[in-house]
């Protein structure tokens, strides 16, 4: 029984030390789980299996969601902000529960208190450094915000500096070790969490269209991976999620880059959608106006020699956008899951099914955003390794909050440079 139960353990990839830890912390006992699912649908699912009620659940509340991500879209930038805050906060609220509960953390003084004042610290810092950056024609208006623009960082890092020797009074003698691992718990979970829901915020920035684009393509995949894995799946793909199969897999992948470049094509042609998300100081609200950059103008592109005998074309009109969209579908298909894999060896590790029992048949909200951050990061890094340049209205900005002397020595140093390369002649005789 002994040689039995220590190959079980090994098969979950517990070690010594993880015994020794449970031991310490008080154990890691599951947390209960129980069936959320609303009365009204176990009455009318009551007849089905378990299989088929589950994908009935599923996919009755995945269409809900659906409905209410278009209508937050339809209420524009600053609600999808707010709804990114609200996530964000909630998956934070899930994580550090999970720890709290896992580790039996009741009695450690100031845990809870601290880790939600390092989330407001963090956030502050993030949301600053947005607020300056992307209004700073407000900002400079007012006297009180112009003054916290200027020394954000120094007051950013006073805060976090006073929950830092917060924690350290806190130590208590018999709780040390739980201590530090805790305080590690909620940095991870911070670095994880409002570092990547400030990524989304700036993405949604550069448009809505990459906001909403890379969002769909994971949800598709999700959607799509789970549709073929249901009917057609036979092969399992990593033991870390058991019901994932390759056909899923692979079914999920050709789905999301056709879904991608079908709504790129459709998105391209609003200027709601393409534009960057701008602040409109006269009317104080967001606007979303501008001619569109090249990306989204339709484009002729020759068809390679190999593939014009099968599709009977020479050339191919499309949006410039379409071709990025293949690499965010190809991601959100190919890397997007290993994401969610990593949420289920989370949730493995600790012997628990969901984050928690938010969304009935879906688990947390953690369960269903742990792809989308690792999206979030790749579409940041992509746009501004690929995609973004020097920005002319935020050059002006600046450069009309120098001093009368500062901004005459840039004037003539840019007026000799243009003198220099003949374009000044040009110009003033157009």
């Given at each position: 029984?002994?040689?039995?139960?220590?190959?079980?353990?090994?098969?979950?990839?517990?070690?010594?030390?993880?015994?020794?830890?449970?031991?310490?912390?008080?154990?890691?006992?599951?947390?209960?789980?129980?069936?959320?699912?609303?009365?009204?649908?176990?009455?009318?699912?009551?007849?089905?299996s378990?299989r088929w009620?589950?994908?009935?659940?599923?996919?009755?509340?995945?269409l809900?969601?659906?409905?209410?991500?278009?209508?937050?879209?339809?209420?524009?930038?600053?609600?999808?902000?707010?709804?990114?805050?609200?996530?964000?906060?909630?998956?934070?609220?899930?994580?550090?529960?999970i720890?709290?509960?896992?580790?039996?953390?009741?009695?450690?003084?100031?845990?809870?208190?601290?880790?939600?004042?390092?989330?407001?610290?963090v956030?502050?810092?993030?949301?600053?450094?947005?607020v300056?950056?992307?209004?700073?024609?407000l900002?400079?208006?007012?006297?009180?915000?112009?003054i916290?623009?200027?020394?954000?960082r120094?007051?950013?890092?006073?805060?976090?500096?006073?929950?830092?020797?917060?924690?350290v009074?806190?130590?208590?003698?018999?709780?040390?070790?739980?201590?530090?691992?805790?305080?590690?718990?909620?940095?991870?979970?911070?670095?994880?969490?409002?570092?990547?829901?400030?990524?989304?915020?700036?993405?949604l920035?550069?448009g809505?269209?990459?906001?909403?684009?890379?969002?769909?393509?994971?949800?598709c995949?999700?959607?799509?991976a789970?549709?073929?894995?249901?009917?057609f799946?036979?092969?399992?793909?990593?033991?870390?999620?058991?019901?994932?199969?390759w056909?899923?897999?692979i079914?999920?992948?050709?789905?999301t880059?056709?879904?991608?470049?079908l709504?790129?094509?459709?998105?391209?042609?609003?200027?709601?959608?393409?534009?960057?998300?701008?602040?409109?100081?006269d009317?104080?609200s967001?606007?979303v106006?501008?001619?569109?950059?090249?990306?989204?103008?339709?484009?002729?592109?020759?068809?390679?020699?190999?593939?014009?005998?099968?599709?009977?074309?020479?050339?191919?009109?499309?949006?410039?956008?379409?071709?990025?969209?293949?690499?965010?579908?190809?991601?959100?298909?190919?890397?997007?899951?290993?994401?969610?894999?990593?949420?289920?060896?989370?949730?493995?590790?600790?012997?628990?099914?969901?984050?928690?029992?938010?969304?009935?048949?879906?688990?947390?909200?953690?369960?269903?955003?742990?792809?989308?951050?690792?999206?979030?990061?790749?579409?940041?890094?992509?746009?501004?390794?690929f995609i973004?340049?020097?920005?002319?209205?935020?050059?002006?900005?600046?450069?009309?909050?120098?001093?009368p002397?500062?901004?005459?020595?840039?004037?003539?140093t840019?007026?000799?440079?243009?003198?220099?390369?003949?374009?000044?002649?040009?110009?003033?005789?157009?």
């Amino acid at each position: 029984n002994l040689q039995e139960s220590e190959s079980e353990n090994k098969l979950d990839g517990e070690t010594a030390s993880d015994s020794e830890s449970k031991s310490e912390f008080g154990g890691s006992a599951p947390v209960p789980t129980s069936d959320d699912t609303p009365e009204v649908l176990n009455r009318a699912l009551s007849n089905l299996s378990s299989r088929w009620k589950n994908w009935w659940v599923r996919g009755i509340l995945t269409l809900a969601m659906i409905t209410f991500f278009f209508i937050i879209i339809y209420l524009g930038p600053m609600v999808l902000m707010t709804i990114v805050m609200c996530v964000q906060i909630k998956c934070f609220h899930e994580i550090i529960t999970i720890g709290y509960n896992v580790y039996h953390s009741y009695d450690l003084p100031w845990f809870r208190t601290l880790s939600w004042y390092f989330l407001l610290c963090v956030n502050y810092f993030f949301y600053g450094e947005t607020v300056t950056d992307y209004f700073f024609t407000l900002v400079q208006r007012e006297e009180p915000l112009r003054i916290l623009s200027k020394y954000h960082r120094f007051i950013s890092f006073a805060l976090y500096l006073t929950g830092f020797c917060m924690f350290v009074l806190s130590l208590v003698k018999k709780h040390y070790r739980l201590q530090f691992y805790m305080f590690g718990w909620t940095h991870v979970t911070l670095l994880i969490v409002v570092t990547q829901s400030h990524l989304i915020i700036h993405n949604l920035f550069e448009g809505m269209i990459w906001f909403i684009v890379p969002i769909s393509c994971v949800i598709c995949n999700d959607i799509m991976a789970y549709m073929f894995g249901f009917f057609f799946g036979r092969t399992p793909l990593i033991k870390l999620s058991p019901k994932k199969t390759w056909e899923g897999f692979i079914g999920g992948f050709f789905a999301t880059v056709l879904f991608g470049l079908l709504l790129s094509y459709i998105m391209s042609g609003y200027r709601c959608f393409t534009c960057p998300v701008e602040f409109n100081n006269d009317t104080n609200s967001f606007t979303v106006d501008c001619e569109p950059s090249e990306l989204f103008q339709l484009q002729e592109y020759n068809i390679p020699l190999v593939l014009q005998s099968v599709v009977g074309w020479k050339t191919l009109r499309m949006y410039p956008f379409q071709i990025h969209s293949i690499a965010l579908s190809t991601f959100a298909s190919l890397i997007g899951p290993f994401g969610g894999f990593f949420a289920s060896g989370f949730k493995r590790a600790f012997k628990i099914k969901d984050f928690a029992n938010t969304i009935p048949g879906h688990g947390g909200i953690m369960d269903r955003f742990d792809c989308q951050y690792l999206m979030a990061t790749f579409v940041n890094v992509y746009i501004a390794s690929f995609i973004r340049g020097p920005n002319p209205s935020k050059l002006i900005q600046q450069f009309l909050t120098l001093r009368p002397d500062q901004q005459l020595h840039i004037f003539n140093t840019l007026k000799a440079h243009l003198v220099d390369k003949g374009m000044l002649g040009s110009l003033e005789e157009a």
